[in-house]
């Protein structure tokens, strides 16, 4: 008889010490909880901005949540190798699902502030009325619970059985996980387009692009892979996995954001160009707003237009250098500007910030080198 034994041995890893950062804990809680009073207070004065304010903070941080659960559920499909060691931190940002669904309420509160077709009665708008099958509360309703609900469960789902299998693994919950993952593929892709329809695109009911749902799903892939990179050197620089992570994990975000921002790039260029060629009032007043509000002067659309382009290219150098994306703090520079609000001055700021606190931290390092 053989003296094998046949226990599955259990296996090892990292664990957060959670302890070692209380303080910040206690500070990011306490900014949250006055964050939420000014929110109230911000609500009573002028609501009809803090409608706006709360569903584009709401929508950045959603696309965030629903690009990371994203890329789990490939991770499973694909049986990739190279996101076995940052898998658990796609699924903890994914599981933040949760509190962005009890966070969606203010906008059920909120939603005759922000979409007008629902005060717009039958009979009176011809435009409205050929939509009313769609565009009506009950039903919007009922969208949204279905949306928030298949990305809190599969998350949830997708978690727990990865926290089963840490315990003792048992490759039984590889195939459960992969199982989910082809199940929450074609669901993910119905709910993440149609909940941009939803609650993005129907701010304006009389504009319309079939193309804006893989739009914000160019820019959640990217963005939360974004973040992943920022995640993750935060961990290294605290102390954890820096034998597992190496330049080579870096090299492959760093190529997945560069995809993604040049199909970001595409998508936005495709949706721009098709609305410029067909010149059809109801899709032309998208591009012809965002353009003509703020200035009318075609030399603030000469330096907008500059500006995003030279993002952009800024960032795809980063990515493709031979040396940028093994580089911690430039890979990190990219990924900031990436993730964050694609704005130019909004986008110059953090990128400055994030340059001037990584140099920084390399300055520091080199003095205790």
Not at 63 to 92: K, M, P, Y
Request: contains cysteine; hydrophobic residues 50%.
């Amino acid at each position: 008889m053989s003296e094998r034994s046949h226990t599955i041995p259990t296996p090892e890893g990292e664990y957060f010490e959670s302890n070692r950062f209380a303080g910040l804990s206690s500070l990011l809680g306490l900014i949250a909880i006055v964050a939420l009073a000014l929110c109230v207070v911000g609500a009573f004065l002028n609501p009809h901005q803090f409608s706006y304010s709360w569903l584009f903070a709401f929508a950045f941080f959603f696309t965030l949540c629903a690009g990371c659960f994203f890329w789990t559920i490939v991770h499973h499909a694909t049986d990739a190798n190279w996101s076995v060691v940052v898998r658990r931190q796609l699924e903890n940002i994914a599981v933040l699902l949760v509190v962005l669904a009890i966070l969606f309420v203010p906008i059920l509160l909120l939603r005759r502030h922000l979409y007008s077709w629902m005060d717009i009665p039958p009979g009176v708008e011809h435009a409205l009325d050929a939509k009313r099958a769609y565009l009506n509360w009950s039903f919007f309703l009922v969208r949204a619970v279905v949306f928030l609900g298949f990305f809190l469960c599969a998350s949830l789902v997708l978690r727990r059985l990865s926290v089963k299998q840490d315990k003792d693994g048992n490759p039984r919950f590889t195939i459960l996980m992969r199982k989910v993952a082809f199940i929450s593929l074609p669901m993910f892709a119905l709910c993440l387009t149609f909940g941009a329809f939803d609650w993005l695109m129907s701010l304006n009911y009389h504009w319309f692009s079939t193309m804006f749902g893989v739009y914000i799903f160019a820019g959640a892939a990217g963005s939360s892979m974004s973040l992943l990179v920022l995640v993750i050197t935060a961990l290294r620089r605290a102390g954890y996995l820096k034998d597992i992570i190496t330049l080579e994990h870096y090299h492959t975000m760093g190529k997945w954001m560069l995809a993604f921002t040049i199909f970001w790039a595409y998508i936005g260029f495709g949706q721009y160009m098709l609305i410029w060629y067909a010149n059809i009032p109801e899709e032309t007043q998208f591009f012809i707003t965002r353009f003509s509000s703020c200035n009318r002067s075609k030399r603030s659309r000469g330096i907008f237009v500059g500006s995003l382009d030279g993002s952009c290219a800024c960032k795809c150098w980063t990515c493709t250098s031979s040396s940028c994306p093994r580089y911690t703090a430039q890979g990190c520079t990219s990924a900031s500007g990436i993730c964050f609000p694609s704005s130019p001055s909004a986008q110059r700021s953090v990128l400055f910030i994030c340059e001037l606190c990584l140099g920084l931290l390399s300055f520091q390092s080199a003095i205790r080198a």
